[in-house]
């Protein structure tokens, strides 16, 4: 089975699907979607941007239109709101006009659309835990009816501290239910929560989920703490399309972003003190390609769907190893091509290489050439560290 096409799925869902060129099965939705359409409770495992979404989505849309209901039959819970957002959109693309629309309950807005969503008797409700549980508490979502539970993300929202609410909200839904849990990894936590709550799980696992995907070329510079904004400078000068930029802080993604704004590229940014019309503004704007960047913190390392991003760039080094794969794999995705490209400063240096044993990999070492031209660094005889960058017409280096 490679295509949608020899899914047991309704006309309606093969057309919607057909109209926005969902065409080849991605190896983790061959596997997921028909055991989840056959009612198994399905726990799958897979590198980020490899499907996963329409892999809990179809069977959710197949079991709203078998199943009509006045009350909310389907929950899907996710770890932050535009990941939310982003499924939230892919389900009305893809639901005929006869189902109902879905609730979409997340922090940082207005609750009151959302109450009047839940009260109107929305068979889906796609939220966030934290909003969730508080609707909840006080009595304006009513979870009794569930018939599917999806946990999207189920390892991010562990580590954002959302298992009190994730059980107080899965304590509130009836025993016999189906579950789906997708998880880029299958820590103790998950494992437990899976153990737990989901009956005999089909077990998909696909690939190594702490390696990047094959389709993202690593490359990486050993820089001195001054010389950072330079190469990335220049990587940006030599960038013709969109590049994503992580930072560790929401004070270092601000500042970045002022900076690359005076030099002249269209920056936005996205980061946790940004309100959420802020953040819906800066996303929107560049995957719509009014934004050549986006600097952005950890919160949009997973979730984030941008078809056109070239070029990821960490000019912070993450955390947490896992959380490397995950921003490297905002690129690259879906079967296309990326580049990320980490840049490593000071202590930076040793992080960079303990990245590298934990997740087994070897990323090749660039520097730039006396031109401003990335290269390998074996290749060029001086140093990084004698080397000068090109200075462009009017440009100031700090």
Do not use: W
């Not at 079967?335 to 930076?348: F, H």
Request: net charge positive.
């Amino acid at each position: 089975m490679t295509t949608f096409t020899e899914l047991p799925l309704s006309a309606a869902l093969q057309q919607k699907l057909a109209a926005a060129e969902f065409i080849t099965l991605t190896p983790i939705q061959e596997r997921a979607i028909q055991p989840a359409l056959e009612g198994k409770d399905v726990i799958g495992t897979a590198q980020t941007g490899t499907g996963k979404t329409l892999a809990f989505l179809i069977p959710v849309i197949e079991m709203l239109r078998k199943e009509p209901s006045a009350h909310a039959t389907a929950l899907v819970l996710l770890p932050t709101r535009e990941l939310a957002m982003q499924v939230h959109e892919v389900y009305e693309s893809l639901r005929s006009k006869g189902m109902p629309q879905a609730a979409l309950v997340i922090g940082g807005v207005s609750e009151k659309a959302q109450i009047q969503g839940l009260r109107t008797g929305s068979s889906l409700i796609i939220a966030t835990p934290g909003r969730l549980q508080d609707l909840t508490d006080r009595r304006f979502a009513d979870l009794r009816h569930i018939k599917m539970l999806v946990l999207d993300e189920a390892d991010r929202m562990l580590d954002m501290g959302f298992l009190p609410a994730i059980r107080r909200i899965l304590a509130l839904l009836p025993k016999t239910r189906q579950t789906l849990c997708f998880s880029a990894t299958l820590e103790a936590s998950v494992a437990g929560l899976v153990h737990e709550y989901m009956r005999d799980p089909v077990r998909v696992a696909l690939g190594s989920v702490l390696k990047p995907a094959e389709s993202v070329e690593l490359k990486a510079y050993e820089v001195r703490p001054g010389e950072k904004l330079d190469v990335l400078r220049q990587l940006l000068y030599g960038e013709k399309g969109q590049t994503l930029i992580f930072t560790r802080t929401k004070r270092g993604a601000q500042r970045l972003a002022q900076e690359l704004a005076r030099d002249g590229f269209t920056a936005t940014m996205i980061h946790g003190d940004r309100s959420q019309s802020q953040r819906n503004g800066a996303l929107s704007g560049f995957q719509e390609g009014r934004f050549q960047v986006l600097v952005a913190t950890d919160i949009a390392s997973r979730g984030l769907h941008c078809d056109d991003v070239a070029h990821v760039i960490n000019y912070d080094l993450p955390k947490m190893a896992e959380d490397f794969i995950h921003r490297v794999g905002r690129t690259g995705r879906a079967g296309s091509t990326g580049r990320a490209t980490t840049l490593a400063a000071g202590v930076e240096v040793v992080e960079l290489r303990n990245i590298e044993r934990t997740l087994k990999l070897r990323i090749e070492r660039m520097q730039m050439d006396p031109s401003g031209a990335p290269q390998p660094r074996r290749h060029i005889q001086n140093t990084l560290a004698s080397r000068t960058l090109t200075r462009l017409p009017g440009e100031v280096f700090v």
